[in-house]
């Protein structure tokens, strides 16, 4: 098959035919219809991931046809539409007995634990666990972005954030996680105050329906309790960043919940997080990691319904020799790049 393929951290990324995957017994393969390009991707070829061996496919954000079926997966068939979560989850450990599969003991994720999706083809685990059935109709370049990005969002705003109506949030980096945070947000029924230093991402914020927008390198904190009457209620760093963690834990207000979703790996610097304010105020600090197969149900309803829109989110679809410069480049173009063709 032809992947993309890395053999140096931060080295040149090029495309070239590698094995076909074999699905293990409990797993399948999936033919790729659409895989999106994600700044976690960028943090794996930057060496920032210890899971990741050289030499490397990436890509984690993935949706497509099954093409393999492992003789011991019972729900899945060769030409099923599905996608996945990034975690894929063991379905045997406490977390998962718990209904929380994205924090599984055992998991693995595609792009980082073994080879991912930037390739025709991708082997995935414990399908029945992790495998989610396509609505009719969803483009395969919508729903490459689910598995990540959008229902990353969906979770931290709606489970972990626990977002009301009425509420103020702020959401600090407008990339896909951002925008979708925006969305997902909006869709809950609260005010948001999108964050970024990009005036193209400001203005993709406004069209998922943020209320206010912030110019990232100034007083954030300021800004934000100005238009929101005293701080966030909910604040998202959806960057991952030492300057946006703490920009989102100075903008709330007392008894506010900040949710970390942007990674923030030692390598580039630990955030100095203001206790004293954590205290003083009772913040919550909350970290959000993905969301479970499971759990997918609720938002594909409202995306099918009409009341989120991912599909806005996708500003580039892509072909695989235009990948490695794409993903090189994480963050440098507003909105969700896609690779559509392999």
């Not at 103020?168 to 909006?186: D, E, F, R, Y």
Request: with cysteine; glycine share 14%; charged share 15%.
């Amino acid at each position: 098959m032809r992947a993309l393929v890395f053999e140096e951290f931060g080295g040149p990324l090029t495309v070239r035919s590698v094995p076909d995957p074999t699905p293990d017994r409990d797993g399948v393969v999936v033919r790729v219809g659409a895989s999106g390009i994600c700044r976690s991707d960028w943090h794996g070829w930057s060496g920032h991931d210890p899971d990741v061996v050289l030499p490397h496919v990436p890509g984690h954000e993935l949706a497509g046809t099954v093409a393999a079926v492992g003789d011991r997966v019972r729900t899945w068939s060769v030409g099923d539409r599905v996608t996945v979560p990034f975690v894929c989850a063991c379905g045997h450990c406490g977390p998962c007995r718990d209904g929380a599969g994205q924090v599984c003991l055992n998991q693995t994720q595609p792009g980082f634990t073994h080879w991912g999706s930037l390739a025709e083809y991708v082997a995935l685990d414990a399908a029945d666990v992790n495998l989610v059935a396509l609505p009719d109709g969803m483009p395969f370049a919508t729903a490459a972005g689910l598995g990540c990005r959008f229902a990353t969002a969906f979770r931290a705003v709606t489970g972990v954030g626990r977002v009301r109506p009425g509420e103020w949030v702020a959401v600090h980096g407008c990339g896909g996680v951002g925008l979708s945070a925006v969305q997902v947000a909006v869709a809950a029924g609260a005010r948001v105050v999108a964050v970024d230093v990009a005036p193209g991402a400001l203005e993709l914020a406004r069209a998922c329906g943020a209320e206010h927008t912030v110019e990232g390198a100034g007083d954030v904190p300021g800004a934000i309790a100005e238009l929101t009457d005293g701080g966030a209620h909910v604040s998202l760093d959806a960057l991952g960043a030492a300057v946006t963690c703490l920009n989102s834990i100075r903008s709330l207000r007392p008894r506010g919940r900040h949710v970390q979703v942007g990674l923030l790996p030692p390598v580039l610097g630990r955030p100095e997080i203001p206790m004293e304010r954590v205290i003083a105020g009772e913040l919550a600090l909350l970290g959000s990691h993905g969301m479970a197969a499971a759990d997918y149900p609720a938002m594909l309803s409202l995306i099918t319904a009409g009341r989120l829109h991912p599909e806005l989110l996708v500003t580039r679809e892509l072909g695989l020799d235009d990948a490695g410069a794409a993903l090189a480049a994480v963050g440098s173009e507003p909105g969700i790049a896609v690779v559509t063709s392999f």
